[in-house]
């Protein structure tokens, strides 16, 4: 019994390789498509936001949040005060910046184990410039639908959070009070915070790329196709085979599952689509949250069971409020294609952002780790 997982994995394996071999032009045009997503999107947006938030836990700034949130975190979410970080930066910072929050606090003593599985349910999420820029300006052509899919992600999150209060946790894992927080030098901190940030940014963009390829390949095979026509068949007459390739595609990648609605924008499951996968993640947001919680977690059960809750109330909540706040709207599509990628090449500004990018990376990287000298 114990050969089969392992058989799985090598057929898996083989199969990838082998379509890798039949499908090469496809790939590597997958692998551009997701090179350009992060050049645009991923490292302009999520590498100066894990320096900051690196910075903030580092110098204290989680303490100081905490004691101006201690009267919410508590009463709301059986969390310790510090936790608020997470839930603040978390949510505005995007994927997976409240996953590696939450490894900070549970490394430097702020929060303990227990509070570590709550926070990985409900702090993990989409950032704002996602949910209104990309999906509600750019899919949906409406600011509108852009504060509609934010403001449920968001409440979605929170009902999460007030769920997983009542998570039963060892009486040896639950809150303490903390004292004697360490914290570090400006001088000590900031080095370090660049360093451990363009390796996070690295590994996020290693999987948005791998997802993308894996995408493509299971498209060019008729896989996947294949896979949507058979759920359509067994779900209302409203999810086609179209809708259903796009909620298979989200469930494995956000930002390739949120591009493929805008063939269907107009359908009324497309926001309510939309704002499940933002929810969800995908297998790949996931993949770049776990050497995080792994850090801080015993069990990601709480993690899966959180993105999936949530998921399902922010579609809920979405197609609750839908016809209150976009009565009269009829979705348009923008070409994701003029939007993202017709500047890659051409624009100034990003090739300014990935040169200073990968030379910070690199000189971090070589030079020697300082010793954090603690503050008297």
Known sequence: MRRIPFLLTMLLLLGFGALLLLFP??????????LNIC????????????????????LGFASLLGKCLKGIMWPLFRLNAPCATALVLGAIG?????ARITAQLYETKQCSKADA?????????????????????????SKAAGFLLLGTHLLAALLVGLIFRLYPTPAEERSSPLVNIETHHFSSAFPDSVKDSFSSTLNVCAFVILFCVILR???????LPQVASFLSAFLPSHFTPEVCQSLLAGIFELSYGVYSISSFSQSPLAL????????????????????????????????FTGKLL??????GLTALFTP????????????MDSMFFHNVHSSLFYQEVLALWVLSGVYFLVSSKKCLVKRK
Request: with cysteine.
């Open 25 to 34: 032009q496809e790939s590597a045009s997958a692998a551009r498509d997701g």
């Open 39 to 58: 050049v645009t999107l991923i490292i302009p947006s999520l590498f100066p936001f894990f320096v900051l938030s690196s910075l903030l836990v580092s």
């Open 94 to 98: 995007g994927y997976p910046v409240g």
């Open 117 to 141: 599985l709550r926070l990985s349910a409900f702090c993990n999420n989409c950032g704002p410039a996602f949910l209104f820029s990309v999906a509600g300006w750019g899919i949906f052509s």
């Open 217 to 223: 390949l299971g498209s060019c095979s008729g896989l």
């Open 272 to 303: 309510p689509l939309a704002a499940f996968i933002m929810g969800w993640g995908g297998l790949s947001v996931h993949c770049q949250s776990l050497p995080f919680l792994k850090r801080c977690t015993h069990t990601l059960r709480p993690y």
């Open 310 to 315: 949530q998921g399902l109330l922010a579609a």
């Open 324 to 335: 209150f706040i976009l009565p009269y709207t009829a979705p348009a599509f923008l070409p």
